[in-house]
């Protein structure tokens, strides 16, 4: 039996030059590169017989799915709310190019319990959503099927650790989960079997140096 297959892609890279931690706030759209990456995406599906399609209702999450919905047009695109970025008490603040302000002791408490974690929405509740958004998808589609949803990092590879039973506490700098990344979720009997992961954009990665960075 060919098994159901859910893509959940990570939006390209966003402009940001304020160095903000943006999150669930508005007006974060794509850069040129982000742009570019998204083109990867819908290069990388254009031949893929999509059923389905879904998207994060931020801003970057719907400029990513542009270009592949454009290479599926008898595809509507439906949006999903579950597969949101996480909240985050942190949002809206500049913490340096590098987040290197983020570790300056005035930011401790909020830092203080990664487990959760304490400076956001908690990783099972994340999971939970996310579990449920990625389980719906999958029944959406005939048996055999596959679909796509944009969403971002940290949702994204906490339902790949969910899948895997793995624990959800992690280093965020060390998430396999690139910029216009795919995580795809193979279902059989309506379960997980099987977790894969890609990056048709890996060439255009920036190249830099990334501190701790609690979302995104």
């Not at 719907?62 to 047009?73: G, L, N, V, W």
């Amino acid at each position: 039996m060919q098994p159901t297959i859910v893509h959940v892609c990570r939006h390209g890279q966003v402009l940001n030059p304020d160095h903000v931690l943006y999150g669930r706030l508005p007006g974060y759209g794509l850069s040129e590169l982000g742009k570019q990456m998204a083109e990867r995406l819908a290069d990388h599906f254009a031949d893929v017989p999509l059923d389905a399609l879904y998207v994060s209702p931020l801003q970057r999450a719907k400029e990513t799915m542009a270009p592949i919905a454009a290479r599926h047009p008898h595809l509507e695109v439906t949006e999903e709310p579950r597969v949101i970025e996480a909240g985050n008490t942190l949002e809206g603040r500049n913490f340096g190019r590098f987040n290197q302000r983020l570790l300056f002791p005035a930011n401790a408490w909020h830092l203080r319990n990664p487990f959760l974690p304490s400076w956001g929405e908690p990783y099972r509740e994340v999971a939970a959503r996310m579990r449920a958004a990625i389980a719906d998808m999958a029944a959406s589609v005939p048996v055999g099927g596959q679909a796509l949803v944009v969403s971002h990092q940290l949702p994204i590879y906490v339902a790949r650790l969910d899948a895997e039973g793995r624990s959800y506490l992690h280093n965020p700098a060390n998430r396999e989960c690139r910029l216009a990344s795919v995580t795809s979720f193979h279902f059989l009997d309506g379960r997980v079997v099987r977790v894969g992961y890609t990056e048709p954009a890996a060439d255009l990665y920036p190249v830099g140096r990334r501190l701790f960075r609690p979302g995104m």
